[in-house]
C-alpha cells in the first residue's frame, strides 16, 4: 500500500539522497560542481518548503514541492522510475495542493514529456534557472477551466 505524508526534518535525509539519485539518473547536462551547489541550496531550503513524500513498503519513493500553486520540484527514486510514483505525486499536487504550474530544464527532455502527458503546456521560457546558471527552463502550466 502506498501513502502520500508531508515531510518532516526527520525525513529530509532521505529526501536529499532521493533528490541526488534522481539527478544523477536524469541531469546529465549537470556538471559535478553544479550537483553540489543544488544540493547544498535544496538543504537549506528544504526546512522552509512544503514537501510531500510518497512512500510504499519499501520505503519513500518519491517526493514532490508544491505550494503556491507550483511544482517547486518532484523526484522519483531511478529504480522506481516509470512505475507510476511521479504521476501519483503529481496528481496529488493538482488535486490537494491546486498547482497548475511547473518549471522544467529544457534540457531533461524526459521530464518535458512527463509533464506534456499530464497535460501542461509551454507558456514561456527562461534562459537561467533560477540560481541564475545557464540552464534554460520551459515554465509549463496547465490550462484552467475558462481559459482561451
Known amino acids: 500500500m502506498t501513502q502520500i505524508f508531508q515531510a518532516t526534518a526527520h525525513h529530509h535525509d532521505e529526501v536529499l539522497a532521493i533528490w541526488e539519485s534522481a539527478v544523477r539518473a536524469t541531469h546529465h547536462f549537470l556538471s559535478e560542481t553544479d550537483i553540489i551547489f543544488y544540493r547544498e541550496s535544496l538543504r ?38 516509470g512505475q507510476g510514483v511521479g504521476t501519483a ?15 522544467v530544464n529544457e534540457q531533461n527532455e524526459a521530464a518535458f514529456r512527463f509533464y506534456k502527458r499530464l497535460g501542461f503546456k509551454v507558456f514561456a521560457r527562461r534562459e537561467l534557472d533560477g540560481a541564475g546558471k545557464p540552464y534554460p527552463l520551459l515554465m509549463l502550466e496547465l490550462p484552467q477551466p475558462g481559459s482561451a
Open 89 to 103: 505525486l503529481m496528481q496529488f499536487a493538482i488535486e490537494e495542493k491546486k498547482i497548475f504550474r511547473v518549471d
Open 44 to 81: 537549506s531550503a528544504l526546512p522552509e518548503m512544503e514537501v510531500y513524500c510518497l512512500a510504499d513498503a519499501d520505503g519513500i519513493t518519491g517526493f514532490v514541492c508544491a505550494e503556491e500553486q507550483m511544482v517547486h520540484a518532484l523526484f522519483v527514486r531511478p529504480e522506481k522510475a
